[in-house]
């Protein structure tokens, strides 16, 4: 089996766990690091102190996880269950355990803010005018040729025109 390296708490406890130093050095995001760690082996321990250990299938926004081919530990140690897929709500995670590999390839895959901001703008978010919004008035619809416009109250006649 791989080295594994912890994302939070101490891996001094792993024999030939890398100098807490050199983790230090390299920013890795977390979530960043999750996406690469999907199709990856690794360990979740639980708030409850159950721990999961198997390959990440995918995560979300919330670190919210979903694995396959699990073998579960019970808190105390005393028993374990293997389930071929499970799914981790993220606010029950005490810490994750990933291969160094993991955080090797992290540092391979550049990203920038600039790539970043790239890729936000390709799905179409932000901007200004793309012709799709109408601006900030108070939903009245627009006349088309041959109609007369609506006042932008609706159907309602104005109060001036009420009397």
Same mark, same amino acid.
């Given at each position: 089996?791989?080295?594994?390296?912890?994302?939070?708490? @101490?891996?001094?406890?792993? %024999?030939?766990?890398?100098? =807490?130093?050199d983790f !230090?050095?390299?920013?890795? #995001? *977390?979530?960043?690091?999750?996406?690469?760690?999907?199709?990856?082996?690794?360990?979740?321990?639980?708030?409850?102190?159950?721990?999961?250990?198997?390959?990440?299938?995918?995560?979300?926004?919330?670190?919210?996880?979903?694995?396959?081919?699990?073998?579960?530990?019970?808190?105390?140690?005393? @028993?374990?269950?293997?389930? %071929?897929?499970?799914?981790? =709500?993220?606010?029950? !995670?005490?810490?994750?355990? #990933? *291969?160094?590999?993991?955080?090797?390839?992290?540092?391979?895959?550049?990203?920038?803010?600039?790539?970043?901001?790239?890729?936000?703008?390709?799905?179409g978010r932000?901007?200004?005018?793309?012709?799709?919004?109408?601006?900030?008035?108070?939903?009245?619809?627009?006349?088309?040729?041959?109609?007369?416009?609506?006042?932008?109250?609706?159907?309602?006649?104005?109060?001036?025109?009420?009397?």
């Open positions: 089996s791989s080295d594994l390296t912890c994302l939070r708490g @101490r891996a001094s406890s792993v %024999p030939s766990a890398r100098p =807490r130093a !230090i050095a390299t920013m890795v #995001l *977390p979530m960043q690091l999750l996406r690469t760690a999907q199709n990856q082996p690794m360990m979740v321990e639980l708030k409850n102190g159950e721990t999961y250990s198997g390959v990440l299938a995918s995560c979300d926004g919330f670190m919210n996880l979903h694995m396959r081919d699990i073998v579960c530990t019970s808190r105390d140690g005393e @028993r374990f269950w293997k389930i %071929p897929e499970c799914y981790v =709500r993220g606010n029950s !995670i005490k810490y994750l355990r #990933l *291969p160094d590999e993991v955080i090797d390839m992290v540092k391979d895959e550049p990203t920038s803010r600039k790539e970043i901001r790239q890729q936000f703008k390709a799905r932000g901007g200004r005018g793309k012709g799709e919004g109408r601006g900030r008035g108070r939903g009245g619809q627009a006349a088309g040729p041959g109609e007369k416009s609506r006042p932008a109250g609706g159907d309602k006649p104005s109060k001036r025109a009420r009397g």
